[in-house]
């Protein structure tokens, strides 16, 4: 009697448990975007006769459903936490879609400088320009600043996560083959100057470990430094990043560097270009806490990394903190270089892009571009203090004729400031395309 009388009770449990997910799942407010995933969820498909005859209206509600469940990144962080208690916690190596197979790094003893790029006929590249930024449009929302870029794998160790570097030669020779061929069609008009930045697995992890997953980030630059033109004034940051790796130059949670990793890359570009750095000291440091960026995400909510959330700091222009720009809708507004919130979006508003920023202490007609990705909104700040006009440029999102703004601007000195992950052929041919030169 009383076995049946337990079974009662348990089968009551069940059932108001499923009847409360169940209520959960139609009355509770449905999510329009993932943060965990960086990504729009599913929405509810339109009713179509062809739709309901082949069976995909139907097949759309139960996608929109699952996708947009009320509970659904809670769940995701659940199950994240109950994969570590049974095991999974520790050194990992996580799997993403972006996973690719590398290339034997070249030994640099016999390298030589990549040649230029053939300029390719400009309707076809406003076709192409076009269709990638559709993709763009649709893949990701404009919403989300701190986008996260292709990753292949996430190694977590230690409280942080690092993206495996996989090194890809046509990636790389395409890359310097289209800095070289701008600094040859821009001749005498203005100094080119290539910023290339590793990323935390290369800087951070040492030799051996990198070697055991994938490759050394290291020879891959000793490569990529070499491939340059010795028209391009190569900014090499791989040593002077390792040598502070002591230092909070990473983020742990996320894919970028902080401002301080940025800041060293700033002395770098200043030694070469003869300027004078302002340390660290001289600015003012808006402190933002807990932030969980794009490796937290990458990994469905990992409980390691979250037990180690991000301090950021940012440093505010000495001149200025204003800022002007064209958003990714083509709205022209003026914005703050450093903003308040606690993801990457602090700076320079993200990823944007046009912007412009006036020194008012300056008026002697000097202007830099910077092209850059993400990696580059850190860095941007730094170059304000140096020049009349900073315009920073990101390439993703860009597209207007960027050979006519350098002329019409009067910029000396284009700076492409790129990470690691965005070396590949196809970054490298939309940068290219963004440039109208004569194609005779």
């Known amino acids: 009697m009383k076995k049946r009388s337990f079974s009662g009770i348990f089968i009551i449990i069940i059932f108001l448990i499923a009847l409360t997910f169940f209520i959960i799942g139609v009355f509770g407010v449905r999510p329009t975007e993932s943060v965990t995933e960086k990504r729009k969820l599913a929405v509810f498909p339109k009713l179509t006769a062809q739709g309901l005859l082949n069976g995909s209206y139907i097949k759309g509600i139960v996608t929109w459903y699952a996708d947009t469940y009320p509970l659904r990144e809670d769940m995701i962080a659940k199950n994240a936490d109950i994969q570590d208690h049974y095991g999974l916690g520790g050194d990992k190596l996580i799997a993403t879609d972006g996973a690719k197979k590398a290339d034997k790094i070249p030994s640099t003893k016999h390298v030589t400088a990549a040649k230029t790029m053939k300029i390719p006929p400009s309707e076809d590249t406003e076709k192409k320009n076009a269709s990638e930024t559709e993709l763009d449009a649709n893949a990701e929302d404009g919403s989300i600043k701190d986008q996260p870029e292709k990753v292949g794998s996430i190694y977590i160790a230690g409280g942080s996560g690092f993206s495996v570097y996989q090194f890809n030669k046509g990636s790389v020779d395409s890359y310097a083959s289209m800095v070289n061929t701008v600094a040859e069609r821009l001749g005498n008009s203005a100094n080119v100057y290539a910023i290339p930045t590793p990323n935390s697995f290369g800087v951070m992890l040492p030799k051996k470990t990198q070697e055991k997953l994938a490759q050394y980030e290291g020879d891959a630059f000793d490569y ?32 970028h560097w902080t401002a301080r990793g940025a800041y060293y890359a700033y002395r770098q570009y200043c030694k070469m270009k003869g300027f004078t750095p302002h340390e660290l000291s001289e600015y003012e440091d808006q402190v933002s806490k807990n932030f969980l960026g794009s490796y937290y995400s990458f990994s469905k909510k990992s409980p ?12 505010k222009p000495i001149a200025t903190n204003e800022m002007t720009m064209i958003n990714q809708q083509g709205k022209k507004m003026k914005y703050m270089i450093i903003q308040p919130g606690n993801t990457y979006s602090v700076f320079i508003a ?18 830099c571009v910077l092209i850059k990705d993400s990696y580059g909104d850190a860095f941007a700040p730094f170059l304000v203090d140096h020049y009349d006009k900073t315009y920073i440029i990101d390439f993703r999102y860009y597209k207007d004729d960027l050979t006519q703004m350098i002329k019409d601007d009067h910029i000396k000195d284009v700076i492409f400031l790129n990470n690691a992950e965005f070396f590949t052929k196809s970054n490298s041919e939309k940068i290219l395309g963004l440039f109208k030169f004569d194609r005779h």
């Open 350 to 367: 993200g990823d944007e892009p046009w912007e412009k920023i006036d020194n008012p202490d300056k008026n002697d007609g000097s202007a």
């Open 304 to 315: 390691e990394l979250k037990k180690n959330p991000d301090t950021i700091h940012a440093y």
């Open 224 to 255: 990529l430094y070499k491939k340059f033109a010795d028209n391009v004034n190569v900014v090499q940051t791989f040593n002077e990043l390792v040598n502070h790796n002591s230092e909070y130059i990473y983020f742990r949670t996320d894919h």
